[in-house]
C-alpha cells in the first residue's frame, strides 16, 4: 500500500549562479539550473511475503533504473523518471509485529525532468539526394528550395513543458555517407550540429546523444569529428523539424530521431 509520495511533483533545488555585487547592494543575475530530483516513496507491507519483496525491488545503489507512475494530469498521464535508490529504512515497532511494515525509500534522480512513458520515434530524410556526388563547395546549411526532389520533414512534437534532448541514429542501408548533419528549426530559429572528416559506411551505426553531448560510430567515440561551430541542441516544447544533410552519400538517406516529451 502507497501512503505518500513526495519530491516528484515538486520543483527540485535550483543551482545559480548569480554573483555578488562588490560594494554594492544585490547580485548580478545569472543563469539558473535545475538541480537533481528526490523522491520519497512512504509504504505499507501488509503481508509477510510483501516485505522480502519490497527489500528486493528497492535495493541501494546501482545504476539508475526507469521509475513509472502514472497521475491524471500528471506529465501527460503516464511518465517516469531514470533513478535509484540512495536511502531505505524500515520502522519496527508495534506495528511491525502486528503486520503493518512501513518501508520508506529515498529514489535520487539525477535529471530532474519527468518525462512521458512512450518514446516517440520520426525519421528524417535528406532534402534532396545526393546520389554519391560531391557538392563542394558550399556552405551549409542551405536552401534547397521547393523543387519535386525536396522532401518535407516530419515536426518533431515535444508536447511537454520544458525542453528534451534527442538521441538520433543513422545507419546508411547501402552507399556511404560523408560528414552528416543535422539542422533543428524551431520557431525560425536554426541550430545546427555537423561533423567533418566523418564517413559512415554500409551497416554502420552513428549514434549522437544529444544531452550526453556523445557521438559513437560502432560504439566508438567520434568526438573529435564534431565541427567546432556546432550546437548540441535540445527539442523546445511545440513542434520542431530536423533536418538531415550530407556532403556526400547516396539516394535515400535517412535518420531516425528518438526523443520522450519531457515536464518539469
Not at 546501482?62 to 501527460?76: D, M
Not at 545507419?171 to 560528414?179: A, F, K
Not at 561551430?229 to 523546445?236: D, R
Request: glycine content about 10%.
Amino acid at each position: 500500500m502507497l501512503e505518500e509520495v513526495s519530491g516528484l511533483l515538486d520543483a527540485p533545488d535550483v543551482r545559480t549562479s548569480d554573483a555578488e555585487l562588490l560594494q554594492r547592494d544585490g547580485l548580478t543575475p545569472g543563469t539558473d539550473y535545475m538541480g537533481a530530483r528526490t523522491v520519497t516513496l512512504t509504504m505499507l507491507a501488509l503481508d509477510d511475503h510483501e516485505l522480502p519483496a519490497l527489500l528486493a525491488a528497492f535495493a541501494p545503489g546501482g545504476e539508475e533504473r526507469p521509475f513509472a507512475f502514472a497521475f491524471p494530469g500528471v506529465a501527460g498521464g503516464t511518465a517516469r523518471i531514470m533513478a535509484r535508490v540512495r536511502k531505505r529504512a524500515v520502522t519496527v515497532d508495534r506495528d511491525f509485529h502486528i503486520g503493518r511494515r512501513r518501508v520508506t525509500v529515498e529514489l535520487a534522480a539525477t535529471d530532474p525532468r519527468l518525462y512521458s512513458a512512450d518514446e516517440a520515434t520520426a525519421t528524417v530524410a535528406v532534402a534532396a539526394p545526393r546520389e554519391g556526388r560531391p557538392i563542394f563547395p558550399l556552405t551549409f546549411p542551405f536552401d534547397l528550395g521547393d523543387g519535386p526532389s525536396t522532401r518535407a520533414a516530419p515536426d518533431i512534437a515535444n508536447t511537454g513543458s520544458v525542453d528534451t534532448w534527442p538521441v538520433v541514429r543513422l545507419t546508411p542501408r547501402s552507399g556511404e555517407v560523408r560528414d552528416p548533419s543535422l539542422t533543428l528549426v524551431h520557431g525560425g530559429v536554426r541550430r545546427r550540429f555537423g561533423t567533418r572528416g566523418l564517413q559512415v559506411g554500409r551497416g554502420d551505426a552513428l549514434v549522437i546523444d544529444m544531452a550526453r553531448r556523445r557521438i559513437t560510430l560502432n560504439g566508438s567515440s567520434r568526438f573529435g569529428q564534431v565541427e567546432s561551430t556546432s550546437q548540441w541542441f535540445s527539442l523546445p516544447p511545440g513542434a520542431s523539424t530536423v533536418q538531415l544533410d550530407v556532403l556526400e552519400g547516396p539516394t535515400g538517406v535517412t535518420a531516425d530521431v528518438q526523443w520522450r516529451s519531457a515536464w518539469m
